[in-house]
Structures are given as C-alpha cells and as structure tokens.
C-alpha cells in the first residue's frame, strides 16, 4: 500500500505565499514522477506542477514563474512553493505520485487552498 499525507493548505491573501508539502510512504519502488494536481468548484481537476524521476519540471502555463515544485528524494516528499497567489489559484489541490513508468498511479486526499482578501 502507498500513503500520501499533504499538508500546508490554508487561507492566504492575494499576493501572499504558502508552501505544500506530500510525503509517499509505503511500499514505494521507482518512482516516475511526483507532481500536483488542484480542482476549483464546478471544473476539472488540472495539472499544476510536475517533477519526474530525473529531475525535469513541468508547470500549468497559469502558475509558471510563480510556482515551484521540488523534491527531497531521500524523504519521498514533494513541495510545492507558491507565490504571488491570485483569487484563481483557490482549489484543492491533490499530490499525485506515478510508480513504474505511470504504471501505478495514487492521489492524496487533498488540501484546500483559499486565497482571497
């Protein structure tokens, strides 16, 4: 079985900053990729962020240049750091962890993030 426990949501205000943090524990064998995920009310979840195995990182065209996601491999842990957080960027936003080339896929339970004045 594969846990994945976020944390870091909250309410911020607009401009404002928070950081999201998900740690996979379990039976966690070559990783693919980490990566985040947010769903507002009434659309579809969407990817925010993405760090595969190697390295290389991919960002939603909305968040590039304010969000950024990292890694600490030796914990199994993935961040997200945002800044300059805008009304849109409200949403749950759900860590996703892919195994053996994206054979396996698994989600977190969520965190919600607010930002409004």
């Known amino acids: 079985q594969v846990q994945l426990v976020e944390s870091g949501g909250g309410l911020v205000q607009p401009g404002g900053s928070l950081r999201l943090s998900c740690a996979a524990s379990?039976?966690?064998?070559?990783?693919?990729?980490m990566g985040w995920y947010r769903q507002a009310p009434g659309k579809q979840r969407e990817l925010v962020a993405r760090i595969a195995s190697g390295g290389n990182t991919n960002y939603a065209d909305s968040v590039t240049g304010r969000f950024t996601i990292s890694r600490d491999n030796d914990k199994n842990t993935v961040y997200l750091q945002m800044n300059s957080l805008k009304p849109e960027d409200t949403a749950v936003y759900y860590c996703?962890?892919?195994?053996?080339?994206?054979?396996?896929?698994?989600w977190g339970q969520g965190t919600q993030v607010t930002v409004s004045s």
């Open positions: 996703n962890l892919q195994l053996k080339l994206g054979l396996y896929n698994y």
């Open positions: 379990g039976n966690i064998f070559s990783i693919y990729a």
